[in-house]
């Protein structure tokens, strides 16, 4: 297996908002948890980030999308 084969491979491209569609934050409010993220655009580049809280049994945040077709 090569390491560097991927570097530099684009995974997802989010040139443009629309881009960013389909995107979902998942936290631990799911199961009573008080954790919380955020997902945005800037500059072409997706940032996802949070506060993680252990509270309630928590201590999640995360983003997913469908699979694409």
């Known amino acids: 297996m090569n390491l560097h084969?991927?570097?530099g491979k684009i995974v997802f491209d989010f040139s443009t908002?629309?881009?960013a569609a389909g995107w979902?934050?998942?936290?631990?409010a799911v199961?009573?948890?008080?954790?919380?993220g955020e997902f945005?655009?800037?500059?072409?580049?997706?940032?996802?980030?949070?506060?993680i809280?252990?509270?309630?049994?928590g201590?999640?945040?995360s983003v997913r999308s469908l699979p694409s077709q």
Do not use: T, W, Y
């Open 5 to 7: 084969s991927s570097v």
């Open 17 to 19: 908002a629309s881009h």
């Open 24 to 28: 979902q934050i998942v936290n631990d």
């Open 31 to 36: 199961m009573g948890g008080v954790s919380d």
């Open 40 to 51: 945005r655009l800037a500059k072409g580049v997706a940032i996802f980030s949070g506060n």
């Open 53 to 57: 809280s252990l509270e309630n049994n």
């Open 59 to 61: 201590g999640f945040a």
